[in-house]
């Protein structure tokens, strides 16, 4: 019984690290959202949202895997 709700948060967080990769949304990260209202060097950005979607979608293959 321990393994559903490991099941449903890793596919949950996966399938937010995919939209986080993809520049779609940021919402649980609000600092830098607030950080992003001024930047200018969009390749940071990219880079920064690209870096985060691989973590996050690492942690949800993690919580699959166990």
Same mark, same amino acid.
């Given at each position: 019984?321990? $393994?559903?709700?490991?099941?449903?948060?890793?596919?949950?967080?996966?399938?937010?690290?995919?939209?986080? /990769?993809? @520049?779609?949304?940021?919402?649980?990260? =609000? $600092?830098?959202?607030?950080?992003?209202?001024? @930047?200018?060097? @969009?390749?940071?950005? +990219? +880079?920064? /949202?690209? $870096? /985060?979607? =691989?973590?996050?979608? =690492?942690?949800?293959?993690?919580?699959?895997? =166990?």
């Amino acid at each position: 019984m321990d $393994t559903f709700p490991a099941i449903i948060i890793g596919s949950l967080i996966i399938i937010y690290g995919v939209f986080v /990769y993809n @520049e779609k949304m940021l919402w649980l990260l =609000i $600092t830098y959202k607030t950080r992003f209202k001024d @930047e200018t060097d @969009e390749k940071h950005k +990219k +880079k920064v /949202y690209k $870096t /985060y979607g =691989i973590i996050l979608i =690492i942690i949800g293959t993690v919580l699959l895997v =166990i």
